[in-house]
C-alpha cells in the first residue's frame, strides 16, 4: 500500500496513509476534520465517507 491524496471537488481534502492493511485518512482542511484518523478498507470507501459527512453537514445548514 501507498500514501494517496484525497480530493474532493478537485481540491485536496487529505491524505490516506496505510496502517495494518487498512488506511487511516489524515484531514487537512477544516471541513472534514470529523473524519481525521478513521481507518477504511481503500479509498474509495474514504471518498464515500467524505461525501455522506458533507451531504450531511450541508443539510443540516440548510
Known sequence: MQRHVIEYGGIPVGIAVPQEG????IAVKFHVIDLDN??????GAIK???RSHLSASHALAA
Not at 487498512?22 to 485518512?25: E, H, I, K, S, Y
Not at 478513521?38 to 479509498?43: K, N
Open 48 to 50: 464515500a465517507a467524505i
Open 38 to 43: 478513521s481507518l477504511y478498507t481503500d479509498v
Open 22 to 25: 487498512r488506511l487511516r485518512f
